[in-house]
């Protein structure tokens, strides 16, 4: 080879070497600013219960779309849900981290004087709501709601009611604002609390309760199957799939609606953030989303980004107060 075939030669492989790094260069700019590639779903509770299994939904869901190939679920419960506010908050800037969470975390955090408040983290967005269902099992003595108001009215201290919620968590809290519509001292109620949506059920089914209050998608299967039997729903319309009246309907002025989202860590990118926004509206839109919401029979409550912030904002006060007046806080 002579000198000019040598250099030639040169010269192309370096043309060659710079086209390559050229494309490689052009494949990583092609990625989405922002993008994780695996993600993480936090759930203030133990498996089992609405937070856990909204969080199941929403993981099958972001890797049935594409939006995410590896999305892992985890339960870090304690400190009835704020250690795992206080662990998302600890995580600052990590955009692979999100918190399932919704209106039992926000009560939560006044009931134990948590260090950190919801209002800390990253709103983005809010995802479902869905009414309370006042449940009793199928042999349950009590026929209607009428018959329960009748019976704890007359006994208050006798009649016992279960939840799959801590105290101050959505079961809870509807059992108390029930209680107070229908002028019962709250140091009368006798609610007993159970460790998610399973224990309770075998409490009530078992009579260790009298009658419970639930998310009905968390009872779904049982109250389909007629082992238990819903006396009124706490929302605003009757389900039509579920034969039973709303509060309202039975002359009681109460309605009381659940809700659940999702939060990230404080101090995000504006990169994470513009992405993981994204990521929630991709998902809502999604028909995987929409046919999972048919199946639980979830009302879509969607908020994102600053609107949900400004909801979280007023929701995290309304309930403070609503807690006071209650004398849970």
Known sequence: MDEYDRVAGTHAMSRRAVLAAGLVLALAGCREPGRQDRMRIMVPT?????????????????????????????????????????????????????????????????????????????????????????????????????????????????????????????????????????????????????????????????????????????????????????LALTGPEPDPGIDAPTLVQAGIDLEFMNWRGLLAPPGLADDDLAWLLALVERVHASPEWEERLARNRWTDAYLAGGEFAAFLAEEDERTGRTLERIGLA
């Open 46 to 230: 133990p498996p089992g219960g609405g937070f856990d299994h909204t969080a199941r939904t929403l993981a099958a869901v972001i890797e049935e779309t594409g939006a995410v190939s590896d999305v892992a679920v985890f339960n870090l419960a304690g400190s009835t849900g704020t250690a795992a506010l206080a662990r998302l908050v600890y995580e600052r800037g990590s955009a692979d981290l999100l918190l399932q969470m919704g209106l039992g975390l926000v009560a939560n955090t006044h009931v134990d004087s948590a260090a950190d408040s919801v209002t800390e983290a990253t709103a983005l967005a809010r995802l479902i709501e869905e009414p309370e269902a006042l449940l009793v099992p199928a042999d349950s003595e009590y026929a209607t709601i009428d018959d329960v108001v009748r019976a704890w009215r007359a006994s208050p201290g006798t009649m016992r009611i279960g939840g799959g919620s801590t105290p101050a968590g959505p079961d809870h809290l509807v059992t108390m604002l029930l209680a107070e519509e229908l002028g019962i001292a709250p140091a009368d109620v006798v609610y007993r609390s159970y460790d998610g949506g399973g224990p309770m059920q075998a409490a009530l089914m078992g009579h260790a309760v009298d009658f419970a209050a639930a998310g009905p998608s968390e009872q779904r299967a049982a109250i389909d199957s007629g082992q238990l039997r819903v």
